[in-house]
């Protein structure tokens, strides 16, 4: 007698009965990735390499090491310190300052300021800084004195020498100050035209009046991207500050030249310069990404890249003078 289909030998296997499925072993899930020994070859090779680099540079006899440790913290290279460290703080704030200005003037819809903030970043832009820290130093060659009064050739009320009034701080922070106001006004520019339109047109709808949009509106979402590039631009300014030693500005490598001059120890003090920039380079990319951190919230999206890797790469030298 033939068995029904229900009748089934429980022996017999069957196409449902591939047999029970175990736990899941971290051995199953482990997925194997090939043996690549070009990557291991290099990676032996540049730890080789910097292993190399890293002890010539420490057992080498002409670096004078006992040198650096003895002026690392001298007198005269924490006042250079002091100076570049105002230096940049002061340029930033008068570049930030500037920069708002000028990209609100490019926003506008008078002919005229947006014709005269082109030609504020057209002209600054395009010329070197170097030559514009040389040309504020040399201002009174053009005008031996800087007096109020009435223009066009009118009485003058009161006048200052210029040799007098502009210094060698002073011609470092116009040159770097309006110099950095051309740069950021295209950052914050650039942030400010990243706002939807439509949400100005809403606040408008609202009767809110242009300050207030642009206060409550625009740079709140604005600054998200306004901050990453000002960050960079402050990292930049520490070391960018390095040039104004060519009008003896008493800066950080200015009084390091000076010292070297005397005794003679050009490497030496110019690696205790070297390690004061990658302090403050350091610490100012710690700042720089927990205030990404800050303004990034509540938009959905993280700060790219490590603590680690944004150290690493503005310690980079960015190779531009501007």
């Known amino acids: 007698m033939n068995r029904s289909v229900d009748e089934r030998d429980p022996a017999?296997?069957?196409?449902?009965?591939?047999g029970p499925a175990g736990p899941e072993t971290p051995e199953t899930n482990r997925i194997s990735h090939p043996v690549r020994p070009g990557r291991w070859l290099a990676a032996g090779v540049t730890a080789l390499v910097l292993a190399w680099l890293g002890w010539s540079v420490a057992v080498n006899p002409n670096l004078h090491w006992?040198?650096?440790?003895?002026?690392?913290?001298?007198?005269?290279?924490?006042d250079g310190l002091r100076v570049t460290i105002q230096l940049t703080v002061?340029?930033?704030?008068?570049?930030?300052?500037?920069?708002?200005?000028?990209?609100?003037?490019?926003?506008?819809?008078?002919?005229?300021?947006?014709?005269?903030?082109?030609a504020y970043v057209w002209f600054f832009r395009g010329t070197p800084l170097l030559v514009q820290l040389i040309f504020w130093f040399n201002i009174a060659l053009i005008f031996p004195e800087i007096g109020l009064g009435v223009p066009f050739g009118g009485p003058k009320l009161v006048t200052w020498e210029t040799n007098a009034l502009v210094t060698g701080f002073v011609a470092a922070l116009l040159g770097l100050s309006i110099n950095e106001g051309a740069y950021m006004s295209e950052i914050v520019r650039a942030g400010l035209r990243a706002v939807d339109p439509g949400q100005q047109e809403a606040a408008a709808a609202l009767g809110m009046s242009r300050l207030k949009i642009m206060k409550r509106v625009v740079l709140p979402q604005a600054m998200r991207i306004i901050v990453p590039p000002t960050g960079n631009q402050f990292i930049s300014m520490l070391k960018t500050t390095s040039l104004v030693s060519v009008i003896a500005g008493a800066d950080l490598l200015t009084v390091a030249q000076r010292l070297y001059l005397t005794n003679f120890e050009v490497i030496a003090l110019l690696i205790v310069a070297s390690i004061w920039y990658l302090v403050l380079t350091t610490v100012a990319s710690v700042g720089q990404y927990f205030l990404e951190r800050r303004f990034s919230r509540g938009f959905g999206v993280t700060v790219p890249g490590t603590l680690r890797g944004r150290i690493g790469r503005n310690l980079r030298f960015s190779g531009s003078t501007r």
């Open 66 to 78: 006992d040198i650096v440790v003895a002026y690392q913290f001298d007198r005269v290279i924490m």
């Open 12 to 18: 017999a296997p069957g196409p449902a009965s591939a």
């Open 90 to 118: 002061a340029s930033m704030a008068i570049g930030v300052v500037l920069g708002v200005v000028v990209a609100l003037m490019q926003v506008s819809d008078s002919q005229v300021l947006r014709a005269g903030a082109i």
